[in-house]
């Protein structure tokens, strides 16, 4: 469990875990910036997969179905409720995924929500497909630095850059083979986050997600590009810090 979800901040208040899941590449530093913006009742937990920061000795996994075989128990162990979800790019992805296994396992009472961040819905997204794991490295380079988000100092570096990119490219490899299988939807409020200067993706692209839950949803802009949950993360955290206190409010009432 300590390898696969780190909890950078354990609060012994905290009544809600937040389980964040990175984009392509990243790990658990993606989300230092988040510490000290979340309320105290939510506890950060990030999932860090073989290929990067301390396990960058594993090889990264290229398919999405061995990733969850291995990731699910991990979580489920880690997990209390309630729970949230929150994924970037791919990791929005991933943590729908994860959210459909645990649902499967045994009928385990999945995340109260689900935050989809700069990610069109699964359905959709072969409709905009991009091969781009196999690119030669200045490609790929010029491709990562067009999106942001990626240190300066490893995009000057072809040294630097070309050890980062493995995981890079095994995560580009994962979401390019992903196959959407039709499942019932997810009884799990979704929220949909789109940056306000997102180029890569619209307000109307992420209303997709719509049809992969049976509870509330919403797209909801924040300040910020397709990098904002980093760059300015009191914009994105302020939002998730509201609608996590109005879902968790609402279940415990129902609960009650």
Not at 55 to 64: K, M, S
Not at 82 to 104: K, N
Request: net charge negative.
């Amino acid at each position: 469990m300590g390898d696969w979800i780190v909890f950078p901040q354990r609060s012994a208040g905290a009544t809600t875990q937040l389980i964040c899941f990175p984009h392509a590449g990243a790990g658990v530093g993606a989300f230092r910036s988040w510490l000290g913006l979340l309320s105290p009742e939510i506890e950060l937990g990030v999932v860090r997969a073989p290929g990067r920061e301390k396990r960058f000795g594993e090889a990264p996994f290229r398919e999405l179905r061995p990733l969850l075989e291995a990731l699910v128990p991990e979580l489920t162990r880690a997990l209390r409720q309630p729970f949230a979800f929150f994924g970037h790019s791919i990791g929005a992805l991933v943590a729908f995924e994860a959210a459909r296994q645990i649902r499967r396992q045994n009928g385990r009472v999945g995340p109260v929500a689900l935050f989809v961040s700069g990610r069109r819905s699964p359905r959709t997204f072969d409709q905009v497909r991009r091969v781009l794991s196999g690119l030669p490295p200045s490609e790929l380079r010029t491709v990562v630095a067009e999106l942001g988000g990626t240190p300066a100092e490893i995009l000057d570096s072809e040294e630097m850059f070309e050890i980062v990119s493995v995981a890079l490219r095994a995560d580009l490899a994962l979401s390019e083979s992903y196959d959407y299988q039709p499942d019932e939807p997810l009884a799990t409020e979704i929220r949909a986050l789109v940056g306000s200067a997102e180029s890569h993706l619209t307000v109307g692209d992420a209303a997709g997600w719509a049809d992969e839950t049976t509870r509330g949803f919403r797209v909801i802009e924040f300040d910020g590009d397709h990098f904002g949950f980093m760059q300015n993360p009191a914009s994105i955290v302020g939002v998730i810090n509201e609608e996590l206190r109005i879902i968790v409010s609402a279940r415990d009432h129902q609960v009650a």
